[in-house]
């Protein structure tokens, strides 16, 4: 539901003028979100909405697409020549010095960054500055209300459960025919998000050995797909309720098909859970102080723990992104590699950490989901945290 209150007291706690908000035939979905537009109501003509910290927001229209915001509060004015549009533009600039949009800096965080630089450019022409919407973006669209956080609660509960599946059926699959193809494991945790009324935008991500040490690997197109005996086996998968406004469990284990996990294996695994544990107490600490707390802050705090062991080089991705009603959210991702992550982690948000050492041979990547509630508890989801390699042919006997 819009709320116009609650996005104006946000702009006094940021110290913004007005947040004016844009698109163009669906470029800005950020703006999109907040403005309640539905995903067919994509519209042919520019339009813009300025939400000031204090008053009446104010829409400017195209005159064949008028109706564009009539469902939001507001005055209204419309264009239809080019001339029409760039006045209105500086009408709704004037008298704001301080301007959020759908920008970022030398595009340093794509995620935020949908505005393109000819409006920028074409706004800023008339005076104000303009400073990045991220955190407001995710005020509006990356925090959780108490229903969506119970329906992540159902899927951590199911996610977590696929993994008792996926074990039992390599464990079976070994001791009675031999060998396992990494697609039939897909497919039997598919069925299991099926018959859990869940669903995913893709496939999970199930792969042995060195298809391991591919963090985006795709399962089944390895040179040799084939899972036996003595293999080491990274299984990747996220899902969520099949529901309306329902948000997702991303979780990554590993397993080794054997009695005893092999020394290499498990020294790569206890430095990536270390790390995992660090970005954990990193954010735990920083709300038990009442210290506000950015997403890189997060990344270096995980990846610390790998450079310092020497495996810096093989930590090749962020430390974890958001997660809401896509996999990747639009909230702060917890990264100081890809990007330099300004935003803060905020309460009543969601985010992977899930460090990683890649090597040829394997790869060794440990998931989990975190969720400040609006109290700024720190909840880890999903289960146990993974404090060692599964031993598929032990534990599942």
Request: proline share 4%; aromatic share 8%; glycine share 8%.
């Amino acid at each position: 539901m819009f709320d116009l209150g609650k996005i104006q007291a946000a702009l006094a706690e940021l110290n913004v003028d007005a947040w004016l908000l844009c698109d163009f035939r669906g470029s800005n979905v950020l703006a999109r979100r907040v403005l309640q537009l539905a995903d067919d109501q994509m519209g042919s003509r520019r339009c813009f909405y300025c939400i000031p910290r204090e008053g009446t927001p104010h829409k400017l229209v195209h005159r064949i697409e008028s109706g564009v915001f009539d469902h939001l509060p507001g005055d209204k004015t419309i264009y239809l020549k080019w001339q029409e549009l760039e006045a209105g533009i500086e009408a709704l600039t004037n008298g704001h010095s301080r301007i959020a949009m759908e920008y970022s800096p030398r595009n340093a965080n794509p995620y935020i960054s949908k505005v393109d630089a000819g409006t920028i450019e074409l706004v800023r022409s008339f005076g104000p500055e303009i400073v990045p919407s991220g955190d407001l973006i995710q005020s509006f669209e990356a925090t959780w209300d108490d229903e969506q956080w119970q329906m992540h609660l159902e899927a951590a509960t199911h996610t977590n459960a696929a993994f008792d599946v996926v074990w039992k059926f390599i464990a079976d699959e070994i001791r009675n025919n031999g060998s396992v193809e990494e697609m039939a494991i897909s497919d039997v945790i598919m069925d299991h998000f099926a018959k859990n009324k869940m669903t995913t935008y893709h496939p999970p991500i199930v792969g042995r050995g060195p298809h391991s040490g591919n963090p985006h690997y795709e399962t089944g197109t390895g040179e040799n797909t084939t899972i036996r005996e003595g293999d080491f086996v990274l299984v990747d998968l996220w899902a969520k309720m099949d529901r309306p406004r329902a948000v997702y469990s991303d979780l990554t284990r590993t397993g080794f098909v054997g009695t005893e996990v092999p020394s290499k294996y498990t020294e790569i695994f206890n430095i990536v859970a270390a790390s995992r544990d660090a970005a954990i107490a990193c954010v735990r600490n920083a709300y038990e102080a009442g210290r506000p707390i950015q997403g890189w802050e997060v990344d270096d705090a995980c990846r610390k723990v790998i450079d310092e062991a020497g495996y810096g080089e093989f930590y090749v991705h962020r430390t974890g992104h958001s997660i809401g009603q896509e996999v990747h959210g639009n909230g702060a991702n917890m990264d100081n590699l890809e990007t330099r992550e300004d935003r803060l982690v905020m309460k009543q948000t969601c985010f992977s950490v899930e460090p990683g050492i890649y090597q040829p041979e394997f790869g060794v990547r440990s998931e989990v989901d975190v969720f400040v509630d609006s109290d700024g508890q720190v909840h880890v989801t999903g289960g146990a945290l993974q404090t060692e390699i599964v031993r598929i042919l032990a534990d599942l006997a």
